[in-house]
């Protein structure tokens, strides 16, 4: 009787978990039309200012912590060059100072890697979704959370709009 009840409890914790999977992915909010296939991308596609729209940076570990970069009037801009070279500006309004990364990015065959500055020689890989207007990037980084010279293990995750 005990292991039937363990294997209901199972069951019921799979089930809530897969309901609480929304619908509001950033990633929906893509527009259908004038998307492009992430295997077509090329450095060249994603040249520009880009302004977030929506922008997260969530600490790995203990302690637990999600910052709305956003929230209260924060900034955050992603600036693509030629040959891959970006800024990437978080400035939040909750914390002084913020966060900017430079370094390269590479697409290969719908893979974005990135090269930051700050770690010379460590690639990194980052999810994309494009359209014409619109950027979706998420991926681990670093940042200091509480303001103390401390860079933290992160994931950020960024909806970004075409300025230009």
């Known amino acids: 009787m005990l292991k039937s009840e363990h ?10 978990l897969l309901s609480g999977c929304s619908k509001d992915d950033p990633q929906d909010n893509l527009p259908s039309s004038n998307e492009v296939p992430v295997q077509d991308l090329a450095v060249d596609d994603l040249l520009g200012t880009w302004e977030a729209d929506s922008a997260r940076i969530v600490q790995l570990g203990s302690p637990f912590e999600e910052m709305d970069i956003l929230a209260g009037g924060g900034t955050g801009t992603f600036i693509v ?34 090269l930051f500055d700050e770690s010379p020689g460590d690639t990194v890989m ?39």
């Open 81 to 114: 060059q030629k040959e891959g070279f970006f800024i990437l500006a978080l400035f939040p309004i909750e914390t002084s100072g913020g966060k900017i990364y430079s370094g390269q990015l590479f697409l290969d065959a719908g893979d974005l890697r990135m």
């Open 7 to 16: 294997s209901l409890i199972s069951v019921f914790v799979v089930l809530l």
């Open 126 to 164: 980052w999810d994309i979704q494009t359209s014409e207007t619109k950027l979706l990037l998420d991926g681990p980084a670093t940042y200091d959370f509480i303001g103390d010279g401390t860079l933290e293990d992160a994931f950020i995750d960024l909806t970004l709009d075409r300025s230009n």
